[in-house]
């Protein structure tokens, strides 16, 4: 009907990613009007609104500080910038933001806390820890995956909106374990949270982990924080890890030409995503290739990358010393360390 009669046709919203219906519009607009002068696509972004409405700027600029100015929500719901749909997760300009300075370590440092991160996978009749015999063997077979990070307080602004500052997340070492029976990794676990002293062990408690995160809590009580994953649990934990990142909140250890370090960043690299087109906007994300182990890196496996992202989960709990002006003095019988002023 509105055809017949050349009834003009408005569409408005945000475009998000480059494929969209409206993207595409705008793009074909944009063409017309390169042709004809006459405008046809209005666009306001938010530095644009920021100028007559104060309060917005500030609150765009909070979201700035907590995502990144490169996180893709960001850039398409505060500044029109579309996105690609699919591709990598992390090219080689994310990639930089994750490199830290930092040595690699198997001791903690007085007066640091550090959380422990666990990505569960099946056991196996043959279990074992070297890489090369595991998945020669069964290039499917995936790993448990545990990730080291100490925890830090940021002692400068920007602070959350929350009055809370910024934690700052190194990791410090990484174990796989291929094929592992659950009662030794168990073992594993627990003695890895008293070495490090860690208040946080994050555990994946889908499916087979489910157990193991259960049997971990009855020793660790409230230090065992479970995590079950879904669809929308993964695709929150990939908006909040790109987060961590954009904001140089995430950093690994300086390259040390292990294999493990070598494996992390090849899932990393490999990592792919796509985004629904539906309104919660999910995010698949992983490793996608089909499973194959060429004696260097283990291809179509995410494990150790999954098992990084997890401090995803602690960045959203609030924590004892977070508050700005907090200062912790008391002994943490967690750690059974004296702590130093945040």
């Avoid at 907590?66 to 300009?93: C, M, Y």
């Avoid at 809590?217 to 649990?233: H, K, M, Q």
């Avoid at 992983?286 to 098992?307: F, K, N, Q, T």
Wanted: include cysteine; aromatic fraction near 10%.
């Amino acid at each position: 009907m509105g055809a017949s009669t050349n009834v003009t046709t408005v569409f408005y919203g945000t475009a998000w990613t480059s494929n969209t219906f409206l993207a595409r519009s705008v793009a074909f607009l944009n063409q017309q009007q390169a042709q004809d002068g006459i405008q046809r696509v209005f666009q306001v972004a938010a530095d644009q609104v920021g100028v007559e409405v104060p309060a917005y700027e500030s609150f765009v600029d909070n979201q700035v500080a907590r995502l990144g100015r490169n996180h893709p929500l960001v850039k398409t719901q505060f500044f029109l910038e579309t996105i690609d749909g699919s591709g990598g997760l992390f090219p080689p300009a994310r990639r930089a933001l994750m490199f830290g300075d930092h040595k690699r370590r198997q001791n903690p440092d007085p007066g640091h806390r550090y959380a422990i991160l666990v990505d569960v996978a099946g056991e196996d009749e043959t279990e074992g820890s070297e890489l090369d015999r595991m998945m020669l063997a069964n290039p499917r077979r995936d790993a448990t995956a545990i990730t080291i990070v100490d925890v830090e307080l940021s002692q400068e602004p920007p602070h959350t909106a929350l009055g809370r500052r910024h934690r700052l997340y190194r990791t410090v070492d990484r174990q796989l374990y291929l094929g592992t029976r659950h009662t030794a990794l168990y073992a594993k676990i627990v003695a890895l949270a008293e070495h490090w002293h860690a208040p946080w062990i994050i555990v994946d408690a889908t499916g087979v982990g489910a157990g193991l995160a259960s049997f971990l809590t009855r020793t660790l009580g409230e230090r065992v924080i479970p995590v079950e994953f879904s669809a929308n649990v993964k695709s929150d934990l990939g908006w909040d890890f790109l987060a961590l990142v954009e904001t140089g909140r995430y950093r690994d250890y300086v390259d040390d030409q292990a294999a493990d370090t070598r494996q992390f960043w090849y899932e990393v690299e490999a990592c792919q995503y796509e985004i629904s087109t539906g309104p919660g906007k999910r995010m698949k994300w992983g490793c996608w290739e089909a499973p194959a182990y060429d004696g260097l890196v283990a291809r179509g496996h995410d494990d150790l990358l999954i098992s990084a992202a997890l401090i995803s989960i602690l960045d959203k709990l609030d924590v004892p010393g977070d508050a700005v002006g907090d200062t912790v003095t008391a002994r943490d019988p967690l750690l059974d360390i004296d702590h130093a002023t945040w």
